[in-house]
């Protein structure tokens, strides 16, 4: 193993320190971009709003409780204040119902040094999305409303809220170490360390620890770096750290990134030939998913969807994990050099791929003619979905098969 590690890194030396460094960069960049954002923020909030104008706002509405605060004569001095009150405060009300002054001044704080903090505090929850939910996000664009003609903002400002931790970032990677298993196959570098240590499994181990192990826990360790430095770049009374939130967020991405990574050493342990590689995962990973919407919504399964949507991001990862992992070490064990000129590599595995393939085709388009609900009534639909359920078995009877599909019908 620590051979094979020594020979991989000396082929990929170049590439993988520019990306570790890489990395470290966008850490460092990212912490100091968020201080100079918040300051950037910090200083819109102190141009655009004052302690008078805000007492004055809250004794508007104290005394004009049933005006409509979007009514065309609401004054216009008072209108800066809405939507940061909103913003930190959600409304419990319908779409339909008149947002009155009273409903703003329950929620609004009671003074303007209150405001001031909820509208600076870093981690602050962002409602301006759904009043009925208190959601953590990613990042957020903050924005103070100002009076003129029609309604105006301040320049918006997007804070990060996770450092390297978003969910984007992370399948960034995973995608990555997908890219590098094709590339090295092409470059024959895969070909040149099989050939001669056999250690086909463990080649495959080094280069999951090096594409995708070592970035994401850089990504983990810088992440949490950033959090425990954000008090010596912005006033400590502003950021207290929700680390439950994050610690969620960052799992949840680990989580998916990892299933992720999971998927594309199946593909590459299955599928010999890099095209059809990415041909595979494209298009298997959608067709797999809308299969399984297809047949909740025919089953009429609701409790199951919602019991499905309960379940954590890593448990999902660990089903993926007790699945796939054992598959993929069985079909490192029966690989030759061969193997990789074909679709699927192993010749008893050919037949059952192209049956999986059939029974896609008939849980995401035949099956789509009996969903209720799904409005398939013009001849452009009905001929594209007709279209799509003779071509796949052709085409992929010949690409798996290498046989025409006429003649697998009659044998």
């Known amino acids: 193993m620590k051979n094979i590690m020594k020979v991989y890194f000396k082929l990929r030396k170049s590439w993988l320190i520019g990306l570790y460094a890489l990395i470290i960069v966008a850490g460092l960049t990212s912490m100091a971009n968020d201080s100079v954002q918040w300051h950037k923020w910090e200083k819109i909030v102190v141009q655009s709003t004052s302690k008078a104008a805000y007492q004055k706002t809250r004794t508007y509405l104290k005394t004009h409780p049933k005006a409509d605060v979007y009514a065309q004569d609401f004054p216009n001095d008072y209108q800066r204040y809405l939507e940061t009150i909103r913003m930190i405060k959600p409304l419990p009300i319908n779409n339909n119902e008149t947002i009155s002054a009273k409903m703003i001044y329950q929620f609004a704080p009671l003074t303007y040094d209150a405001l001031k903090t909820d509208l600076l505090s870093y981690y602050s929850e962002d409602h301006r999305n759904s009043w009925r939910e208190n959601t953590f996000s990613t990042a957020v664009l903050k924005s103070i409303p100002l009076v003129g003609e029609g309604v105006q903002y301040t320049e918006q400002v997007s804070i990060n809220k996770i450092g390297l931790m978003g969910l984007n970032i992370c399948l960034a ?239």
Not at 174 to 188: C, M
Not at 229 to 250: C, D, H, K, M
Not at 284 to 312: D, Q, R, T, W, Y
Not at 384 to 408: Q, S
């Open 173 to 411: 990677f995973a995608a990555l170490y997908g890219i590098l298993l094709i590339v090295d196959q092409l470059t024959k570098v895969t070909t040149f360390i099989k050939g001669r240590t056999g250690e086909v499994n463990r080649l495959n181990l080094v280069q999951f620890i090096y594409w995708a192990g070592i970035p994401l826990a850089m990504i983990t360790v810088l992440s949490v770096i950033t959090h425990l430095t954000r008090s010596l770049f912005i006033p400590s009374q502003y950021v207290a750290i929700p680390w439950e939130n994050l610690l969620v967020q960052g799992v949840n991405s680990l989580s998916i990134s990892l299933g992720m990574v999971l998927l594309i050493s199946f593909v590459n342990a299955l599928v010999g030939k890099p095209i059809y590689k990415l041909l595979t995962f494209f298009l298997g990973v959608p067709a797999c998913l809308l299969a399984g919407s297809n047949i909740v919504s025919l089953l009429k399964l609701p409790p199951l969807s919602i019991f499905l949507k309960s379940i954590p991001y890593p448990v999902y990862f660990l089903i993926l994990l007790v699945i796939l992992l054992p598959i993929i070490i069985l079909l490192h064990q029966h690989y030759s050099l061969e193997q990789d000129t074909f679709y699927i590599k192993l010749d008893k595995l050919r037949l059952p791929f192209y049956s999986g393939i059939l029974v896609l085709v008939i849980l995401d388009f035949v099956l789509t003619f009996f969903l209720p609900g799904m409005s398939i009534n013009t001849p452009l639909n009905i001929g594209l979905l007709i279209g799509l359920i003779i071509a796949i078995p052709i085409i992929f009877a010949k690409l798996v098969l290498n046989k025409d599909v006429r003649r697998l019908l009659k044998k």
